[in-house]
């Protein structure tokens, strides 16, 4: 079901989310990995099938908001999409990104597996630097980098794509934008930005409800959209 309308809606914080999840998995009515794949699902859905040549650039960072980013990356790529993939943390499943850095993905986790399984079925990784070799067309950047496990600054993260983007729109690109869950740069639950400049989205696909972030993004003009991925009781 998807909510797009302004009518009332029961905002719930990111801990109220977790408790959710974890109800949910308790209960046996799906796994995270199971939640991760219709998350990613409901946001490859939210995409355009826009003629070729369609660029996805996806943005994944070290959480499993990165782990979203994983499978949408694989979902696009089946639906015929060039997908360039730019990682964050990811060092110890994409050797290719080079020696690990101060930010780590968590081992064990669902984003973990979305991680290796877009490496087994042939995707590779790029450095968040690497945007700078991007070509600028039409391209469609999907922000995984950071969701509701955002909790303070992201300037450095985001730094490599305000550069990557003042290039592609000086080259005349067409440029769409879509974040998963929330857009990087702000704090879920207070709304307030947690960058000088936090990651404009066309549109934000979020899952199970509107956190309090998106009624601010909403009232700002940003379309956002919510999907059910089965954690209603
Ligand atoms: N069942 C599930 O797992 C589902 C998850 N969904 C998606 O998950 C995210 C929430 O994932 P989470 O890992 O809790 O949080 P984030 O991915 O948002 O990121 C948190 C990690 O990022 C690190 N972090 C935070 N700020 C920075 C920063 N400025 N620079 C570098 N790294 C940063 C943070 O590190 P810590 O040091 O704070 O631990 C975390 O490692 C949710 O938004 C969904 O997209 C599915 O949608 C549903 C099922
Ligand atoms: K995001």
Request: hydrophobic content about 45%; proline content about 4%; glycine content about 12%.
């Given at each position: 079901m998807k909510r797009t309308g302004p009518e009332v809606v029961q905002l719930v914080t990111s801990a109220q989310m977790r408790?959710?999840?974890?109800?949910?998995?308790?209960?046996?009515?799906?796994?995270?990995?199971?939640?991760?794949?219709r998350a990613g699902e409901a946001v490859a859905a939210a995409v355009p099938d826009?003629?070729?040549?369609?660029?996805?650039?996806v943005l994944c960072g070290p959480g499993n908001n990165g782990?979203?980013?994983?499978?949408?990356?694989?979902?696009?790529?089946?639906?015929?999409?060039?997908?360039?993939?730019?990682?964050?943390?990811w060092e110890a499943v994409f050797p290719e990104l080079g020696p690990p850095g101060l930010v780590r993905a968590r081992q064990g986790t669902d984003a973990v597996?979305?991680?290796?399984?877009?490496?087994?079925?042939?995707?590779?990784?790029?450095?968040?630097?690497?945007?700078?070799?991007?070509?600028?067309?039409r391209i469609l950047v999907v922000d995984a980098l950071l969701g509701i496990g955002q909790t303070r600054p992201c300037d450095e993260l985001l730094e490599p794509y305000w550069r990557a983007r003042a290039r592609w729109d000086r080259a005349g690109a067409e440029v769409?934008?879509?974040?998963?869950?929330?857009?990087?740069?702000?704090?879920?639950?207070?709304?307030?930005?947690l960058a000088r400049r936090p990651f404009e989205a066309d549109l934000v696909v979020s899952f199970h409800a509107e956190k309090p972030v998106h009624a601010r993004l909403r009232a700002a003009g940003v379309a956002v959209t919510v999907a059910d991925i089965g954690l209603s009781s």
């Open positions: 408790a959710i999840e974890n109800a949910a998995m308790a209960a046996g009515r799906a796994t995270g990995l199971q939640l991760m794949e826009w003629p070729a040549p369609r660029l996805a650039v782990g979203d980013g994983f499978v949408v990356a694989r979902l696009l790529a089946g639906r015929g999409w060039q997908v360039q993939v730019f990682a964050l943390g597996t979305n991680a290796r399984r877009w490496r087994d079925e042939g995707g590779s990784c790029r450095p968040l630097t690497a945007l700078a070799e991007v070509e600028a067309g769409r934008t879509l974040s998963v869950d929330v857009p990087t740069g702000f704090d879920c639950d207070s709304g307030a930005a």
